[in-house]
């Protein structure tokens, strides 16, 4: 079956807009666009950041504590032969898990 169909029968229109609110301007709402996560660079150099801050913090104590007297050592209950290891890290970590405060 053919039938003769006009070139202006087939014509196709876009509507004239594509949804209610044709505009931010006018939408009763704010859209919400995600945060930007931080590069691979970024993150990177944040961990970098935290691993110098957290060696420098216990540099700082060592210094301190090394310039303590051998009195002022005995007040905190340390002996200068127990400041390496009361600075070691796995000591420290230790400290932190069992949730006392280094």
């Known amino acids: 079956m053919s039938a003769p169909i006009s070139k202006t029968e087939l014509a196709f229109k876009l509507p004239e807009t594509l949804s209610y609110h044709s505009t931010w301007d006018d939408a009763d709402y704010e859209p919400v666009v995600p945060a930007a ?50 600075m070691s890290r796995a000591l420290i970590e230790e400290q932190v898990g069992n949730g006392a405060h280094a």
């Open 37 to 86: 996560r931080p590069g691979l660079a970024a993150r990177l150099m944040g961990g970098a950041r935290a691993r110098f801050s957290a060696w420098n913090a216990r540099r700082v104590a060592l210094d301190a504590l090394a310039g303590m007297t051998d009195r002022e050592l005995a007040d905190i209950g340390i002996a200068r032969s127990d400041i390496p290891r009361v």
